[in-house]
């Protein structure tokens, strides 16, 4: 068993120096310098080379790749990522500035995404009507198809100016994260009822399935405790997968609703050519990446004891 958490806990921490390193060529090793090109044009106007000069040698950018490379992941290593090229602020407290916002918008997300996805699954798969199954198991293809963005729109024009039970836009308190994560978790809703009730179909064709009808046991008691426990691990490695992906898209879905998370931290970096910034926000989503999938490798186990003997063969 040590073993097993061992070589996942190595794995995980293989895949945050990978991102680091990936993250380090593609944004630091390619021609020309993020000083220049922020203040080159623009609002800037033109500034002076020497400035340009100072300026790069302030942040660093002056020394070899190689120098560059040591310094900055070995400062990463004890969690100093720099300062930011557009405000001079440390990454890491800016970072600390929007991660409440977008960890907050992400939970709720994946709340509504775990139980919605889970009912409709059942719903689905329990249904004795052909035509309201069928129905119920189309509803995830279209879920997964619809772009984020454009479920936000649709979103905000029913329920916030049609209806105008919700704010459009804005950090205002739970009323204002209710429309961000809706958005954000029905395209997880839907991958979620789709895996499961692939998976739920599957398990109910299991001789133990067919035992549990043979001695009397009520359908419901059979699909919702029989069926569903030895169907949740594809359902868990895709809850897992979209709690890692949910991140990445809180960044469209707060640009949508004008939320101060990550999501808008990431875009002004992005803009502003404020590479640390960026590279910091891509360490951070693979750390929690590696985090869940993390996470995930050590639950299996546990919802599946027919993996044990296995965990167990490892130590």
């Given at each position: 068993m040590l073993r097993y958490v061992g070589g996942r806990v190595l794995q995980a921490l293989l895949v945050m120096v990978a991102a680091y390193i990936v993250s380090f060529v593609i944004l630091f090793a390619l021609p020309g310098d993020p000083i220049t090109g922020m203040y080159s044009g623009g609002d800037a106007g033109v500034v002076d080379p020497e400035e340009l000069e100072r300026i790069r040698a302030d942040f660093g950018f002056d020394r070899p790749l190689w120098e560059q490379f040591a310094t900055r992941f070995g400062a990463a290593l004890v969690g100093d990522f720099g300062r930011?090229?557009?405000?001079?602020?440390?990454?890491?407290?800016?970072?600390?500035?929007?991660?409440?916002?977008?960890?907050?918008?992400?939970?709720?997300?994946?709340v509504i995404a775990i139980v919605l996805g889970v009912?409709?699954?059942?719903?689905?798969?329990?249904?004795?009507?052909?035509?309201?199954?069928?129905?119920?198991?189309?509803?995830?293809?279209?879920?997964?198809?619809?772009?984020?963005?454009?479920?936000?729109?649709?979103?905000?024009?029913?329920?916030?100016?049609?209806?105008?039970?919700?704010?459009?836009?804005?950090?205002?308190?739970?009323?204002?994260?209710?429309?961000?994560?809706?958005?954000?978790?029905?395209?997880?809703?839907?991958?979620?009822?789709?895996?499961?009730?692939?998976?739920?179909?599957?398990?109910?064709?299991?001789?133990?399935?067919t035992t549990a009808r043979a001695i009397g046991l009520r359908p419901s008691?059979?699909?919702?405790?029989?069926?569903?426990?030895n169907a949740l691990l594809p359902a868990l490695t895709m809850a897992g997968l979209l709690i890692a992906n949910m991140f990445g898209g809180s960044i469209v879905v707060e640009s949508v609703f004008s939320r101060a998370g990550l999501g808008q931290i990431t875009v002004k970096a992005v803009l502003g050519h404020d590479i640390p910034t960026v590279q910091a926000v891509v360490v951070l989503g693979a750390i929690v990446f590696a985090l869940v999938t993390l996470v995930i490798d050590l639950l299996y186990p546990v919802v599946d004891p027919r993996l044990r003997p296995s965990v167990g063969a490892r130590r």
């Open positions: 930011s090229i557009r405000n001079g602020q440390p990454v890491v407290d800016m970072l600390a500035q929007g991660i409440p916002q977008t960890l907050a918008l992400v939970s709720f997300a994946v009912a409709l699954a059942l719903a689905a798969t329990g249904s004795r009507r052909g035509w309201l199954r069928q129905f119920l198991l189309t509803l995830p293809s279209f879920g997964v198809s619809m772009p984020t963005f454009w479920v936000g729109l649709i979103l905000v024009q029913i329920f916030a100016f049609s209806l105008k039970w919700l704010p459009p836009v804005g950090n205002t308190g739970f009323q204002s994260l209710v429309l961000p994560a809706i958005t954000l978790a029905l395209p997880g809703a839907a991958q979620i009822a789709q895996v499961l009730a692939k998976s739920l179909t599957t398990a109910g064709l299991e001789p133990y399935i008691v059979i699909h919702t405790r029989d069926s569903l426990r």
